[in-house]
C-alpha cells in the first residue's frame, strides 16, 4: 500500500522494516489521542478559513465515529499503512471523501506525533496518579491499623531500636508523596501544547494555537516552535525520571517485604494463594509477587540513563531514533501500573505478627530507650551510655518496654493526617478536573 507521504518512489522492504520496527504496536495505543489532535485542530483550521463550515461538520462527526470505534476496540491499522495517522486520515478519506483530505493542512506528522504522545502520557500519568494514590491510602489504612504493633527496626541488617508497623507502614506512603511531586512536574512538562509547530519551524498559515491549546486541555503552550521539537526526548527524559522515583519506593519496599516474609524474620505473612511453593521443598512459601516487583521496579530505575543514552548527543530538529522512545516509555507505564496495582492488592492480604519482640534476641532493642531514661532522670549522656553498656556485657540488662514517643513522625505520633494532607494536595494540584471536562467537550 502506497504512504500519504509517498511521491513516486518506493521505499526498499528492508528499510522500511527496520525502519519502522515496532511502530504500529505502539501507535495503536495512541489511536484515540490522534483523533482527539485532529478534532481540535480541524475546529481551529475552520475558524481561520481553511476549513469550511460544511466540511468541518463531516470531519468532526466522522472522527468522533472513529473515536468510539476506538474505545470499543474496533480499530487497527491495516498491514502497509505506516502509522496511526494515515490509518485516521485514511479512514476519513474513505468515509467522507476530499473533506478528508484536509485535515492535514497546518500540520507536519512531526508536530502530530508530538501532541498525540503529549496526550497519551498525560493520560498514562494520571493512571499513574491514581494506582499511586491507592496504594498510599492502603498503607495510611495500615499505618493506623497497627500503629501500636512493634516491630524491630535495623541498621546494617544489626538489630538498632524499636520501630512500629505504623511507622513501617507510614514511611512508605510519605514516600509516595514525595515521589508524586516528581509526577507532578512531569506532568506540567508534559501539559503544554506542541501543536502548530508543524515540522519544528513554524508555518506560513495563520494559526490559532492558544485555541487548540484550550480545545485540548492543556495548561500552555510549548511557545517556541523550535523547543517543542526539541522537547521530545526532554519530555520522556523527566517522564523516566518520575516513574523511576515511584520505582524506587516500590523495589524497597519489595524487598522488605521478601524479607520479613523469610522464616527468619517472619515478621508478615500471607495467604497460601498468594505465595508459591517449591517443586521439592513443601513448606515454602516464595514471595514471588514481590520479587517480580523488586526485579521490574530495579528495572524502571535505568529508565532516565536509557532514554538519555538515546537523545543525549542530538542537534535540535526531528530524528528518526527519536520514534525509539516509545519503545522505552510504552512498557514502562504498563510495568509500573501493574506493579502499583499488585502492591495495593498484597497489602489488602497481609497479616501482621503482633508476637515479634517477645523472642529474646530482641531485648537489646530498647538499649536507646534505656538510655535516654536515664539522661531524663538526670544522668549525663555519656555516663548513661556506659552505664546501660556494662549491665549489656555483664548479662544484666532488663529493660522496661515501655516507649513514650511523642515528637512529631514518632512511634507515638505518626503525623499520618499531615503526610495524608500533604499528598491530598499534590494530587488536587494535577487539576484533571480541567483536562476532562475539555475532552469530553471536545468529543461531545
Given at each position: 500500500?502506497?504512504?500519504?507521504?509517498?511521491?513516486?518512489?518506493?521505499?526498499?522492504?528492508?528499510?522500511?522494516?527496520?525502519?519502522?520496527?515496532?511502530?504500529?504496536?505502539?501507535?495503536?495505543?495512541?489511536?484515540?489521542?490522534?483523533?482527539?489532535?485532529?478534532?481540535?485542530?480541524?475546529?481551529?483550521?475552520?475558524?481561520?478559513?481553511?476549513?469550511?463550515?460544511?466540511?468541518?461538520?463531516l470531519?468532526?462527526?466522522?472522527?468522533?465515529?472513529?473515536?468510539?470505534d476506538?474505545?470499543?476496540?474496533?480499530?487497527?491499522i491495516?498491514p502497509?499503512?505506516?502509522?496511526?495517522?494515515?490509518?485516521?486520515?485514511?479512514?476519513?478519506?474513505?468515509?467522507?471523501?476530499?473533506?478528508?483530505?484536509?485535515?492535514?493542512?497546518?500540520?507536519?506528522?512531526?508536530?502530530?506525533?508530538l501532541?498525540d504522545?503529549?496526550?497519551?502520557?498525560?493520560?498514562?500519568?494520571?493512571?499513574i496518579?491514581?494506582?499511586?494514590?491507592?496504594?498510599?491510602?492502603?498503607?495510611?489504612?495500615l499505618?493506623?491499623?497497627?500503629?501500636?504493633?512493634?516491630?524491630?527496626?535495623?541498621?546494617?541488617?544489626?538489630?538498632?531500636?524499636?520501630?512500629?508497623?505504623?511507622?513501617?507502614?507510614?514511611?512508605?506512603?510519605?514516600?509516595?508523596?514525595?515521589?508524586?511531586?516528581?509526577?507532578l512536574?512531569?506532568?506540567?512538562?508534559?501539559?503544554?501544547?506542541?501543536?502548530?509547530?508543524?515540522?519544528?519551524?513554524?508555518?506560513?498559515?495563520?494559526?490559532?494555537?492558544?485555541?487548540?491549546?484550550?480545545?485540548?486541555?492543556?495548561?500552555?503552550?510549548?511557545?517556541n516552535?523550535?523547543?517543542?521539537?526539541?522537547?521530545?526526548g526532554?519530555?520522556?527524559?523527566?517522564?523516566?525520571?518520575?516513574?523511576?522515583?515511584?520505582?524506587?519506593?516500590?523495589?524497597?519496599?519489595?524487598?522488605?517485604q521478601?524479607?520479613?516474609?523469610?522464616?527468619?524474620?517472619?515478621?508478615?505473612?500471607?495467604p497460601?494463594?498468594?505465595?508459591?511453593?517449591?517443586?521439592?521443598?513443601p513448606?515454602?512459601?516464595?514471595?514471588?509477587?514481590?520479587?517480580?516487583?523488586?526485579?521490574?521496579?530495579?528495572?524502571?530505575?535505568?529508565?532516565?540513563?536509557?532514554v538519555?543514552?538515546?537523545?543525549?548527543?542530538?542537534?535540535?530538529?526531528?530524528?528518526?531514533?527519536?520514534?525509539?522512545?516509545?519503545?522505552?516509555?510504552?512498557?514502562?507505564?504498563?510495568?509500573?501500573?501493574?506493579?502499583?496495582h499488585?502492591?495495593?492488592?498484597?497489602?489488602?492480604?497481609?497479616?501482621?505478627?503482633?508476637?515479634?519482640?517477645?523472642?529474646?534476641?530482641?531485648?537489646?532493642?530498647?538499649?536507646?530507650?534505656?538510655?535516654?531514661?536515664?539522661?531524663?532522670?538526670?544522668?549525663?549522656?555519656?555516663?548513661?551510655?556506659?552505664?546501660v553498656?556494662?549491665?549489656?556485657?555483664?548479662?544484666?540488662?532488663?529493660?522496661?518496654?515501655q516507649?513514650?514517643?511523642?515528637?512529631?513522625?514518632?512511634?507515638?505520633?505518626?503525623?499520618?493526617?499531615?503526610?495524608?494532607?500533604?499528598?491530598?494536595?499534590?494530587?488536587?494540584?494535577?487539576?484533571?478536573?480541567?483536562?476532562?471536562?475539555?475532552?469530553?467537550?471536545?468529543?461531545?
Open positions: 500500500m502506497s504512504k500519504l507521504w509517498q511521491k513516486t518512489t518506493n521505499v526498499n522492504e528492508l528499510v522500511e522494516n527496520f525502519t519502522v520496527g515496532r511502530d504500529t504496536e505502539f501507535d495503536a495505543q495512541m489511536a484515540a489521542f490522534d483523533v482527539l489532535g485532529s478534532l481540535a485542530h480541524t475546529q481551529m483550521l475552520q475558524s481561520i478559513g481553511l476549513m469550511s463550515a460544511d466540511d468541518l461538520g470531519v468532526q462527526r466522522e472522527l468522533k465515529n472513529i473515536y468510539v476506538i474505545e470499543k476496540g474496533n480499530f487497527t491495516e502497509g499503512v505506516e502509522d496511526v495517522h494515515s490509518q485516521v486520515e485514511m479512514l476519513l478519506t474513505q468515509r467522507i471523501g476530499d473533506a478528508g483530505k484536509k485535515i492535514h493542512s497546518g500540520r507536519s506528522r512531526n508536530d502530530q506525533v501532541v504522545l503529549k496526550l497519551f502520557f498525560r493520560h498514562e500519568l494520571q493512571q496518579v491514581e494506582e499511586t494514590k491507592t496504594l498510599f491510602d492502603q498503607l495510611i489504612e499505618s493506623e491499623k497497627h500503629k501500636n504493633t512493634l516491630l524491630p527496626g535495623y541498621t546494617h541488617l544489626q538489630v538498632a531500636m524499636p520501630s512500629s508497623f505504623g511507622l513501617w507502614f507510614g514511611a512508605y506512603a510519605e514516600s509516595l508523596a514525595d515521589d508524586m511531586e516528581l509526577v512536574a512531569a506532568y506540567k512538562i508534559t501539559n503544554k501544547n506542541p501543536l502548530g509547530s508543524a515540522a519544528g519551524y513554524g508555518s506560513s498559515f495563520p494559526l490559532n494555537r492558544t485555541m487548540t491549546t484550550e480545545l485540548l486541555g492543556f495548561d500552555s503552550l510549548n511557545y516552535v523550535v523547543y517543542a521539537q526539541m522537547g521530545r526532554k519530555t520522556e527524559r523527566i517522564i523516566a525520571q518520575a516513574l523511576s522515583s515511584v520505582a524506587a519506593t516500590l523495589a524497597k519496599m519489595a524487598m522488605d521478601a524479607l520479613y516474609l523469610s522464616q527468619n524474620f517472619a515478621f508478615v505473612s500471607y497460601d494463594t498468594l505465595t508459591t511453593g517449591s517443586s521439592i521443598m513448606h515454602k512459601k516464595n514471595p514471588d509477587v514481590w520479587e517480580i516487583m523488586r526485579g521490574k521496579c530495579n528495572r524502571l530505575q535505568a529508565l532516565p540513563n536509557d538519555a543514552m538515546m537523545t543525549t548527543n542530538l542537534p535540535s530538529g526531528y530524528h528518526r531514533e527519536l520514534q525509539l522512545l516509545k519503545e522505552l516509555l510504552f512498557p514502562a507505564f504498563t510495568d509500573l501500573k501493574s506493579c502499583l499488585m502492591a495495593t492488592f498484597m497489602l489488602q492480604n497481609i497479616t501482621i505478627n503482633t508476637e515479634i519482640l517477645n523472642d529474646p534476641k530482641y531485648a537489646y532493642l530498647f538499649s536507646v530507650e534505656e538510655v535516654n531514661r536515664l539522661v531524663l532522670s538526670g544522668t549525663p549522656f555519656r555516663d548513661a551510655y556506659k552505664q553498656g556494662l549491665a549489656i556485657e555483664k548479662g544484666e540488662f532488663n529493660p522496661d518496654q516507649l513514650n514517643h511523642t515528637h512529631e513522625g514518632s512511634i507515638g505520633n505518626l503525623y499520618n493526617e499531615q503526610i495524608t494532607d500533604a499528598m491530598n494536595k499534590i494530587v488536587d494540584s494535577f487539576n484533571f478536573d480541567t483536562v476532562a471536562w475539555a475532552i469530553a467537550k471536545l468529543v461531545k
